[in-house]
């Protein structure tokens, strides 16, 4: 009896072929879907001054100079968090950040709140920039900790942080990359987001460039 073999038969590679160019596809749609985000991101921050921003009376952490929004602890060593005028729930928040040796910082989220770790960990002693602190048993589940951090991160340098927060999930970009992605449904309430001076600590962060897209269909 004569038999017939399909295409796929005849060649082998053909479905390895399609499947190929359909991770590729998928791949270029979801940059560009990250990229027309990006383009919709409003900032935040003026470059001028802290309009827009909960500022404390008296202000010894911070400053605006030439664009860059600078934050450090006064001669008591104590810290602040500064933080937006308005509360947000789902929302892409993105901003430069600069700091050399070890600083303790963080942007923060969410009601109960949330922190996005930036520099070392006092407790673990150790940098997790990018990774989430969230004020529980576990401080640093390990689900909320970047991946190949050391890779990605630019030692006193100017990096690109980018966060999204929607419903009960978390994701980390660093310097164009995805270092985390975490789900977490106890931080459900929206808040002010929050820039962090941790006391204690003689340290100085710089931030520029702070955008943000509000993604919440209510508003």
Known sequence: MKTFNSPARRDPLLPLCVRAG??????ACTASCV??????????FNGRDLTGWQVPDPNPFWTVTDGVLVGQNDPAMKGHVLYTSKAYKDFIFETEARWTGEIDSGIMLRHPELQLQIGVSRSLKRDLTCSFYTNGQEKYPEAGQAKDLAAYLKPGD???IRLQAKGNTFTVWLNGQKVV???DSRYPDPYAIGLQIHPG????????NIRLKDLDPQK
């Open 158 to 160: 100017w990096n690109t």
């Open 22 to 27: 359909l991770v590729l596809t998928l791949v």
């Open 201 to 208: 600590l003689k340290m100085k962060i710089e931030f520029r």
């Open 35 to 44: 990229a027309a985000e990006a383009q919709d991101l409003e900032p935040i």
């Open 181 to 183: 992605e975490y789900t």
